[in-house]
C-alpha cells in the first residue's frame, strides 16, 4: 500500500506542476486531469469509493472537458502564459513557498495525532455513511452551500452578460 | 435513524435575508421594468423592506440565548450585535446604492441580490460554530462581493480590482481550508465546541490556527494580507466599498473571535503575541500610506485598514472587555466610515464607462457651499481620528483601556501614536473644506439625492450620539 | 446661581452655529451683532459667576463643581463633562469673556477690510466670526474643565481655531506656511500633554476613579516623598505641553509667525487669552508641581530664559507686530517665572494685566496697520502722532504699562513676581530685572520710531488717516484696563502706607485656591525698596529709548554701537529657526520620504498606482496581471503566511 501511495502521490505532484508549468492551456487542462485522476484513485484507497466516482465523474469528467471547450472555443492562439513576471518575485515566490514546506513537513514528520483515527474506516466512505453525513450530521453547511451555488451562479451571469450603459438622462 | 429537526427560528433574520434576495430577483418578472417608470426602485425597496424587517426580528427575537442548530449555527449575544451591526451597515450602503447604481448599471435586480446574498454570508458567518459552516458563509460573502466589486463594468479599474480581489481571496481561503484540515487532524472534529473540549495541542493546532488567520486576516485586511484592500474599495463602486469595509470587518471578527476561543490549547501568548504585532503593522501601514494619497477613496481605504489594526487590539486583549470594545467600536465605525464614504460618493463624477474618482481636494470648499454636508463630514473625518466627544474617540478609548487592562500597554501606546499620525490626513480634509475655496476640478453631485442625504443624516447623527451618550451605549454591550 | 453656569458656554456655541448656518443671510451687520452678544452674554455670565462664587459657603472651599453629563465609563474609571467653578476659572472666565468682547466689538469694523483692503465678502466675515465665537467656546471649555480629558478638548480646541485663524489670509502663502508651522509645533506640546493624562491615568487613575483635578490632587497624599520620578516626568511632560502653548523655549517659534493672522486674532488668541493656558494650566495643576520642586525650577529658569531671549529680540525688529509678538513671549516668560517660583497669584495678576496691555497693543498697531494700508515696518512710520492721535494715546498707554512704568497695570504685576523671585532665587532675579530694563527701552522704541520725529516715508505718512469710531472706541476700554487694572493687587506693603488692608484684592480672591501655597515675605521697607529698583530700572529704560531715539544723543548712539556686534545675532534670532530646521525639520522629512518611497511607493503604489487612471485599451488590466502585481500582493501573503506559521511554531 505504501507504495501505491507514493506512486499516485508522485503522479498528482507531476499533474499538479504539468497544469502550472505548461505554456499551453490545453496541456494545463490535461494535466489537470492527471492530478485529478491520482487523488480519486487515493480516495478509493481510503474506502470512500463513492468520492472517488464523484471525483471521476464531475471534475475529470465534466469540469475539465468544460475546460477544454473554453479553450477550444476561445481558439488555439492564446497568449502564451507566464511570460513576464519579474524575476526577483518568482525567486522571492520560491523560496517562501519552499520555507512553507519546509514548515509543514517539520510538523508532519510527528507522529500522527487522534483525529485521523477515523479516516479510511472500512465502511467510512459508503454512499450510507455520506448521505448520513451531508443529510443529517451537516445539513446546515449543506444548505448553505446551495445558497452559495446561487451566489455563484448569479455573478457568472453578471460577469457573462455583456456590459450595457444605462441611458443617460 | 430519523432525520434531525432543525429549528428555524433561530436563523429567521437570516432566511429573510435570503427570501428577499431571492424575490429580488424575480422583482424584475413581477413588475416588469417597462410596465412603469416609478418602479425602477422596485428591487432596491424591496431589499431595503428585507434588511429593515430583519433588523427588527433582531431585535425583537429578545435575548438570544446561545441556543444552537446542530451546534452548527448559534444564536448568541454575539451573534445578535453583529446582526445588527451588519444590517445598519447593509441599509446604509442600500440607501447609497439608491441613487449611485443608476448612474451606471442597469442591472438592479442582480445588484440587489448579490448585495443580500453577501449580508447573509456575514450573518451566517457571525453564528457559524463548525468549521464547515464557516467556511461555506465565508465563501458566500466572498464570491458575492467579488462581484459587487466589478460590477460597475464600464470601468476597468472596477475588473480589474474585482479579479485581484478574486484571486488573492482565492489563495488566501486556501490557507483558511488548510487551517480547517489540520484542526480537524488534531481533533477529528469540526465544530468548534468540541475542538475546544478535545483540548488537543501541539503542532496541528498550532499550525493550524495560524493559517486559519491568515485567511481570516485577509479578509479583515490585516497587513501583510491587505494589498488587496487599496484596490478593492477604489475600484468597487462606492456604496459597496462602504458596506464591505463594515461588514466584512465585523463578521470576520466574530469568526476569529470565536476560532480564536476554540483553539484554547494554543498558549494565549502565542496567538496574542502575533496578532500584536499584525495589529501594530496593520495600523501603521495603513496611516502611513493613506499620508500620501492624492484620492479621497484611496485614503479612506488605507484609513479603513488601519482601522483594522485597531479592531485587532481588541481581540489581543482577550477579556470580555476587549471584545466588548471592538463590538462598540465596530458600530462607531459603521456610522463614521459610511458616512465619510456616502460624502465621497456625492462628490465622485459618475460616468457611464469610469467613476472619476473624489481627489483629496474635492471636499475643498464644501463648507461654503453645502454647511451641513460639510459640518457632518467634519464630525466623521473628526471621529475617524479618534477626536472626542465623537464615536470614534470612545471606541478607541474603549480599545485602548482594555488593551492596558489586559497588560497590553505598548499596543495601546502604538494605537495612540497611530491616531496621532492619522489626525494629520484627517484634519486636512476638514481644514480643506472650511478653509480652501473650491479646486476647478471639485465636483458635488446637485442636486443631492434624498436618499443619500438620509445616510449622510443617519450616520451622522450616529456618529455623534454615539460620541454623547458613549457610557449607556457601552454598558449595554457589555451586559 | 451656579447650576446655570453652563450657559456660558452656550451661547458662544450658538453664536457660532448661527453664524455658520445663516451668516450670508444675516449680512455683515447681522453677523457682527450675532458674534458680539453671543460673547457679551457669555460675559454676563461669567460676572454672575463670580458673583455666585463669592456667596458660595465657606465649606465649599469657594469650589463648585457642576456635572452636566457622565461621560466616560470605562471599568472603574469615570469622567464626567463638568464645570470647575472656583475664583481661579472665574478670573479666567472673565479675562476671556471681558477681553473677548472687546476684541470682538473692534473686530467688526476691522474685519470689513480685508488683508489687501478690499472689502471683505460676507460670507468670509461671517466665518471669521464663527471661528471667533469657536475660539471663545473652547478656551471657556479650557479654563472651566474640571479633569484632564475636558482640558485636553478645550486645549486642542483652541488649537484648531488658532490655526484656522492664523492661516485665515490663506491665499498668502505666508499665512498658510505659519499656520502649518503652529500646528506642527503645538502638535509636539500637544503630544506631551496626551502623555501625561495617560500617565496620570496609569498613576492614579485605578484609585481615583476619575481624571478629575481634585480626585487626582488628593492621591497625591498616597506619595510619601517629593520628586518621585514619575510625578517629575508627568510634571515635565505638562511643562513641555504648556511651552508649546505658551509659546516658551524650546516651542515659541510659531508665535511670531502667528502674527500673519488678522490682528483682532493676534490680540485675542496670541496675545490675552489662548497663550496664557500654559500658565492657567501650571497654576491649576499646582499641587502636582509642589510635589515636584525640581520641575518647579525647570518652569522657573525656562519663564526667565524665555523672558530675556524674547525681549533681546525684539530689540532688533523693525515689524510693529512682531516686536509685541516677542514682547509677549517675554512676558509669558514672566508668567512661567511667577508660577515656576510658587507665586501662582502673581502669575495669574500679570496674565490678567497683560491680557488687557497687550490686547491695547495688538489693536492698536492694527489701527495703525490699516491706517498705513498694511504697512508695519517701523523704520518706514515716524511722526504719526499728529496724524493717529487717538492711536497713539493708545499705543502710548499699551507700552507704557509693558514697560513697567510706576502705577500701571503692568507694573504692579510684574513686580510682585520679581518681588517673590528675589527671596527664592537670586539669578533669576537678576535676568527677570535686566528684563524689565530691555522691555521698557524696545517698548519705548517702538513707540518713538513709529510716532514721534519725522516721518520717514512721506507717501505713507500723508494718506494715514485715524481710524473709524467703532475701531478706537473700544481700545478705550482697554486702556483704562492697562492704566487701572493693576489696582486690583496693591502689595500689602504699599496698601499698608495708605492704612488699607488686604490691598491686593486679587490674592485675597484667589487665596482659596492656593490656599495651601506658603508665599514668603519681606519687610515692608525691604519690598518698597525692591518697588524702587523696579521703577528706577523702567524708567531707565525709557530713558534709555528716548535718548537714543529722539534726542539721538552721541553717547546712546557710541553705546548701540558698542553692541552693534550681537546685532546680527538678535536679527536672525538666534537662528532658531535655521537650527531647528536643520536638527529636526529636514531629518524628519527624509526619513518621511525614506518610509514613502520605501513602504509605500515601492511595494504598493510603484505597481498599482495607475489603478483609477486607466482609461481605454483592454489589455491594460491583463496586462498588467501579468506584470506581477498580483504576484507581488501574493507574495506578501505567502510570506505572512510563512512568517506567521514560524511564529506559531517556534513559540508555541
Do not use: C
Not at chain 3, 466616560?72 to 472665574?90: E, F, K, N
Not at chain 3, 475701531?471 to 483704562?480: D, G, I, S, Y
Amino acid at each position: 500500500m505504501p507504495l501505491l501511495f507514493a506512486a499516485l502521490a508522485l503522479i498528482a505532484l507531476v499533474g499538479a506542476a504539468g497544469v502550472l508549468l505548461s505554456r499551453n492551456p490545453v496541456y494545463s487542462a490535461l494535466s489537470l486531469l492527471l492530478n485529478f485522476v491520482a487523488f480519486a484513485v487515493m480516495y478509493v484507497m481510503l474506502s470512500a469509493q463513492f468520492l472517488g466516482v464523484v471525483q471521476i465523474i464531475v471534475y475529470a469528467g465534466a469540469i475539465v472537458v468544460l475546460f477544454l471547450f473554453v479553450v477550444m472555443l476561445i481558439g488555439g492562439n492564446l497568449p502564451a502564459l507566464g511570460r513576464g513576471r519579474r524575476a526577483y518575485v518568482r525567486a522571492a515566490g520560491v523560496i517562501l513557498a519552499a520555507l512553507f514546506l519546509l514548515a509543514l513537513l517539520f510538523g508532519l514528520a510527528r507522529p500522527l495525532p487522534n483525529g485521523l483515527a477515523a479516516v479510511g474506516a472500512p465502511d467510512g466512505g459508503s454512499v450510507q455513511a455520506l448521505g448520513l453525513a451531508l443529510y443529517v450530521d451537516h445539513i446546515v453547511p449543506f444548505e448553505l452551500a446551495s445558497i452559495l451555488l446561487l451566489t455563484a451562479m448569479l455573478g457568472g451571469i453578471v460577469l457573462a452578460r455583456r456590459y450595457q450603459a444605462p441611458p443617460k438622462d | 435513524m430519523s432525520l434531525p429537526t432543525l429549528d428555524f427560528s433561530l436563523i429567521l433574520p437570516e432566511l429573510v435575508v435570503l427570501i428577499t434576495a431571492l424575490l429580488v430577483l424575480i422583482a424584475d418578472l413581477l413588475w416588469p421594468r417597462a410596465a412603469s417608470r416609478g418602479r425602477e426602485q422596485a428591487p432596491a425597496v424591496l431589499a431595503l423592506a428585507g434588511l429593515i424587517l430583519a433588523g427588527l426580528l433582531t431585535l425583537l427575537a429578545g435575548e438570544w440565548s446561545g441556543a444552537t442548530l446542530q451546534g452548527m449555527l448559534v444564536a448568541d449575544a454575539l451573534a445578535r450585535y453583529l446582526n445588527l451591526v451588519v444590517l445598519l451597515a447593509a441599509a446604509l450602503g442600500l440607501l447609497l446604492s439608491w441613487s449611485y447604481l443608476p448612474h451606471f448599471s442597469t442591472q438592479r435586480s442582480e445588484y440587489y441580490a448579490l448585495y443580500l446574498l453577501a449580508v447573509a454570508g456575514m450573518l451566517f458567518l457571525g453564528k457559524s460554530i463548525e468549521l464547515i459552516t464557516l467556511f461555506v458563509s465565508l465563501e458566500i460573502l466572498s464570491i458575492a462581493l467579488y462581484v459587487l466589486t466589478g460590477f460597475h463594468r464600464g470601468q476597468l479599474a472596477g475588473g480589474e480590482a474585482a479579479l485581484k480581489y478574486f484571486l488573492l481571496g482565492a489563495f488566501s481561503s486556501g490557507f483558511l481550508l488548510y487551517g480547517a484540515a489540520l484542526f480537524y487532524a488534531a481533533t477529528g472534529a469540526t465544530r468548534l465546541a468540541d475542538i475546544a473540549a478535545q483540548n488537543a495541542g501541539g503542532f496541528y493546532m498550532l499550525a493550524g490556527l495560524a493559517l486559519f488567520l491568515v485567511g481570516l486576516g485577509f479578509k479583515l485586511a490585516v497587513a501583510p494580507f491587505h494589498m488587496w484592500a487599496p484596490d478593492a474599495y477604489q475600484g468597487a463602486p462606492t456604496p459597496v466599498t462602504a458596506f464591505m469595509s463594515v461588514g466584512t470587518k465585523a463578521a470576520a471578527l466574530v469568526a476569529l473571535f470565536r476560532v480564536v476561543q476554540a483553539a484554547g490549547s494554543v498558549p494565549v501568548g502565542v496567538w496574542a503575541t502575533a496578532l500584536a504585532f499584525l495589529s501594530l503593522l496593520t495600523m501603521t501601514l495603513g496611516n502611513l500610506a493613506a499620508l500620501r494619497q492624492s484620492s479621497l477613496k484611496r485614503m479612506l481605504a488605507y484609513s479603513s485598514i488601519a482601522h483594522a489594526g485597531y479592531l485587532l487590539v481588541g481581540v489581543v486583549a482577550g477579556t470580555a472587555a476587549g471584545f466588548d470594545a471592538v463590538l462598540f467600536y465596530l458600530f462607531a465605525y459603521a456610522f463614521m466610515n459610511i458616512g465619510a464614504f456616502a460624502i465621497a460618493s456625492l462628490l465622485e463624477r459618475p460616468g457611464f464607462y469610469a467613476v472619476q474618482d473624489a481627489g483629496i481636494h474635492a471636499a475643498d470648499g464644501l463648507f461654503g457651499r453645502r454647511p451641513w454636508l460639510a459640518v457632518a463630514m467634519a464630525m466623521f473625518m473628526l471621529s475617524l481620528a479618534g477626536i472626542p466627544p465623537l464615536a470614534g474617540f470612545f471606541g478607541k478609548l474603549y480599545l485602548f483601556a482594555a488593551a492596558v487592562e489586559s497588560g497590553w500597554a505598548w499596543l495601546a501606546v502604538a494605537g495612540v501614536l497611530n491616531s496621532v499620525i492619522s489626525a494629520y490626513y484627517y484634519l486636512r480634509v476638514v481644514v480643506g473644506m472650511f478653509m480652501a475655496e473650491p479646486s476647478a476640478s471639485a465636483h458635488l453631485r446637485l442636486p443631492l439625492p434624498a436618499s443619500a442625504t438620509l445616510a449622510v443624516a443617519l450616520t451622522a447623527l450616529g456618529t455623534l450620539l454615539f460620541g454623547l451618550l458613549a457610557t449607556p451605549w457601552f454598558q449595554g454591550i457589555s451586559r | 446661581m451656579l447650576n446655570y453656569s453652563w450657559l456660558i458656554l452656550l451661547f458662544p456655541a450658538a453664536g457660532a452655529v448661527i453664524n455658520a448656518f445663516w451668516g450670508r443671510r444675516l449680512g455683515r451687520r447681522g453677523v457682527a451683532v450675532v458674534a458680539n452678544l453671543a460673547v457679551l452674554a457669555a460675559l454676563i455670565m461669567a460676572l454672575i459667576m463670580a458673583a455666585g462664587v463669592r456667596s458660595l459657603p465657606a465649606a465649599a472651599h469657594g469650589r463648585y463643581e457642576l456635572t452636566l453629563w457622565q461621560w466616560i465609563g470605562v471599568g472603574d474609571l469615570q469622567v464626567d463633562l463638568a464645570l470647575l467653578i472656583d475664583p481661579l476659572s472665574v478670573v479666567m472666565a472673565l479675562v476671556v469673556t471681558g477681553v473677548g468682547f472687546i476684541i470682538h466689538l473692534y473686530a467688526a469694523t476691522y474685519m470689513k477690510l480685508d488683508d489687501e483692503h478690499h472689502p471683505l465678502d460676507a460670507r468670509r466675515y461671517a466665518r471669521f466670526f464663527v471661528y471667533l465665537n469657536f475660539f471663545i467656546l473652547m478656551m471657556l471649555t479650557l479654563v472651566l474643565a474640571n479633569n484632564f480629558l475636558q482640558l485636553y478638548v478645550g486645549w486642542e480646541g483652541v488649537g484648531l481655531a488658532s490655526y484656522l485663524l492664523i492661516g485665515f489670509w490663506f491665499h498668502k502663502p505666508s499665512a498658510a506656511e505659519a499656520g502649518k508651522k503652529a500646528f506642527i509645533v503645538n502638535r509636539i506640546g500637544d503630544f506631551g500633554l496626551a502623555l501625561a493624562i495617560m500617565w496620570l491615568f496609569f498613576l492614579f487613575g485605578k484609585s481615583a476613579g476619575s481624571l478629575g483635578f481634585h480626585d487626582l490632587f488628593a492621591q497625591l497624599e498616597t506619595l510619601s516623598a517629593q520628586n518621585s520620578p514619575a510625578l517629575v516626568g508627568i510634571t515635565l511632560l505638562l511643562l513641555l505641553a504648556a511651552t508649546g502653548k505658551s509659546a516658551q523655549i524650546p516651542l515659541f517659534v510659531w508665535l511670531p509667525d502667528a502674527m500673519e493672522g488678522p490682528s483682532p486674532v493676534s490680540a485675542l488668541i496670541h496675545a490675552a487669552t489662548m497663550v496664557t493656558a500654559g500658565v492657567y494650566m501650571i497654576a491649576r495643576t499646582h499641587p502636582l508641581y509642589e510635589m515636584t520642586p525640581a520641575s518647579m525650577t525647570a518652569v522657573a529658569w525656562i519663564g526667565g530664559l524665555t523672558a530675556l531671549l524674547a525681549a533681546s529680540i525684539a530689540l532688533v525688529q523693525t515689524d510693529l507686530k512682531r516686536i509685541l509678538a516677542y514682547s509677549t513671549i517675554s512676558q509669558l516668560g514672566y508668567m512661567f517665572l511667577g508660577v515656576g517660583v510658587g507665586a501662582y497669584a502673581a502669575g495669574i495678576f500679570h496674565l490678567t494685566t497683560h491680557a488687557f496691555y497687550k490686547a491695547l497693543l495688538f489693536l492698536a498697531a492694527g489701527s495703525v496697520m490699516h491706517a498705513l494700508h498694511g504697512e508695519l515696518n517701523i523704520d518706514r512710520m515716524g511722526g504719526l502722532r499728529a496724524k493717529l492721535p487717538r492711536t497713539y494715546a493708545q499705543f502710548l498707554i499699551g507700552a507704557a504699562a509693558l514697560a513697567g512704568l510706576p502705577l500701571l497695570a503692568g507694573f504692579w504685576s510684574k513686580d510682585e513676581i520679581l518681588y517673590i523671585t528675589y527671596q527664592k532665587n537670586m539669578p533669576l532675579y537678576i535676568i527677570g530685572l535686566f528684563t524689565a530694563f530691555l522691555t521698557a527701552f524696545y517698548s519705548f522704541r517702538a513707540v518713538f520710531r513709529a510716532f514721534h520725529g519725522a516721518p520717514r516715508d512721506h507717501h505713507l505718512h500723508d494718506h494715514a488717516a485715524e481710524q473709524p469710531a467703532g475701531m478706537t472706541r473700544p481700545l478705550w476700554v482697554l486702556a483704562a484696563g492697562a492704566l487701572f487694572a493693576g489696582l486690583i493687587g496693591i502689595p500689602a506693603a504699599v496698601g499698608g502706607l495708605f492704612g488699607v488692608e488686604h490691598s491686593h484684592l486679587l490674592e485675597a480672591w484667589l487665596h482659596p485656591v492656593f490656599a495651601n501655597v506658603q508665599t514668603p515675605h519681606l519687610p515692608a521697607w525691604w519690598e518698597l525698596g525692591l518697588l524702587g529698583a523696579s521703577s528706577l530700572i523702567a524708567l531707565a529704560g525709557l530713558g534709555l529709548a528716548y535718548a537714543r531715539y529722539v534726542r539721538q544723543a552721541g553717547w546712546a548712539l557710541r553705546l548701540q554701537r558698542l553692541f552693534s556686534p550681537v546685532q546680527p545675532l538678535l536679527e536672525h534670532k538666534y537662528w532658531i529657526d535655521e537650527i531647528y530646521m536643520a536638527a529636526i525639520v529636514t531629518p524628519l522629512r527624509r526619513l518621511a520620504r525614506f518610509f514613502y518611497t520605501f513602504g509605500d511607493q515601492t511595494v504598493i503604489e510603484g505597481a498599482v498606482n495607475g489603478l483609477g487612471r486607466v482609461t481605454a485599451g483592454a489589455g491594460v488590466a491583463v496586462a498588467r496581471l501579468q506584470s506581477g502585481v498580483v504576484g507581488l500582493y501574493a507574495l506578501s501573503l505567502l510570506l505572512g503566511a510563512v512568517g506567521l506559521l514560524g511564529f506559531f511554531l517556534l513559540f508555541g
